[in-house]
């Protein structure tokens, strides 16, 4: 058994809570932490299992039955608790970004080097069975040689514009998860990228120095062309599509749905929305990475996600930045 300590009781926090109620067998949450923790979140906490709730993340660190360290906090502090947390020897488990700065990300690889302890970064996508099953197949080789990967990703509602503020910007918060996806899907790293953008969703969005609207074209190291899409506004919900086209065929996975059924009649073909949002689509991919993640643990194994995997997306993301600020292709090297 796993005793965990989750620092962060945001909606991620409460996602990570409750999946591991509902099906992590092998963890228990000792402790839950939050500087802004209130009573209706410390008994949410303690309804899911969790025996300890403290606004003080550092009681975590100092406890020496916790085992590992699953960091939810606000992305600017994801770096600085990684390091104390490897410092007091306990594995981690951080949500994506580890940080927006290359130089923080290898400050915490650096760290890591010898611990002996597990570092996985919480991209989640790669835990749907959708996407699962879609790289499964091209890594056995069933489509062929990869030609074209293309990746639509929109949201069915921009965020609030103060977290907009401190996103990071478009391509470090949302397109990071698509970054990840096409690295998974390729099995490669991406060697150029090309980014164009707009303001079309919310003027505020533009005002707070961001783009909502985004298509990157990536040139991957195997020879692959990615072409990813991204928008903060998708009317019908949360549109999470894939497609890898390759020498021998493709494999291609559409949206999630409440269910397939399919009304025909005189007035049209009408089939059900996508699933609404990531709580929706991802719930079962979060259990599962936090099940892996245990699973490491338990028996000494690499985890799926390294803090390598934490930091080529973050790469490719201010590579995406920088294309679109200087309206030109922008090679990964320029950035590592």
């Known amino acids: ?131 699962e099953t879609m790289q499964q197949a091209v890594a056995a080789g069933k489509i062929g040689k990869p030609e074209i990967i293309k990746i639509t990703s929109r949201d069915p509602e921009p965020p609030d514009i103060n977290y907009v503020k401190v996103s990071g910007g478009i391509f470090l918060d949302m397109t990071i998860h698509d970054f990840d996806m096409v690295r998974f899907l390729s099995g490669c790293e991406a060697a150029q990228v090309y980014a164009q953008g707009a303001n079309l969703v919310d003027p505020a969005i533009g005002e707070a120095g961001d783009i909502d609207t985004a298509v990157i074209t990536l040139q991957m190291e195997n020879g692959s062309i990615a072409v990813i899409d991204n928008c903060r506004k998708s009317v019908y919900g949360y549109d999470q599509r894939a497609e890898v086209f390759g020498s021998e065929g493709m494999v291609s996975v559409d949206n999630d749905h409440p269910s397939t059924a399919v009304l025909s009649n005189c007035d049209g073909i009408i089939g059900e929305k996508p699933l609404y949002f990531f709580l929706e689509r991802y719930m079962d991919a979060y259990g599962k990475e936090i099940e892996t993640f245990i699973d490491a643990i338990e028996h000494d194994k690499e985890t799926p996600l390294t803090i390598r995997d934490g930091l080529m997306p973050v790469i490719m993301g201010l590579a995406a930045k920088k294309s679109y600020e200087e309206h030109r292709p922008v090679k990964l090297s320029e950035l590592m």
């Open 1 to 131: 058994m796993v005793n965990l300590g989750i620092i962060g009781t945001g909606r991620i926090g409460k996602v990570h809570i409750k999946s591991i109620r509902t099906r992590v067998k092998d963890a228990v949450i000792k402790t839950a932490a939050d500087p802004y923790m209130n009573e209706e979140t410390a008994h949410f906490a303690k309804s899911m299992g969790v025996l300890h709730t403290t606004t003080d993340y550092r009681e975590i660190l100092e406890d020496p039955e916790i085992d590992a360290v699953l960091i939810c906090s606000s992305t600017d502090t994801h770096a600085t608790i990684s390091l104390e947390t490897i410092r007091a020897k306990k594995h981690v488990f951080c949500e994506k970004p580890v940080d927006h700065k290359v130089a923080r990300i290898r400050e915490v690889e650096e760290a890591l080097k010898g611990t002996g302890l597990k570092y996985q970064v919480g991209f989640n996508r790669r835990f749907d069975h959708n996407f």
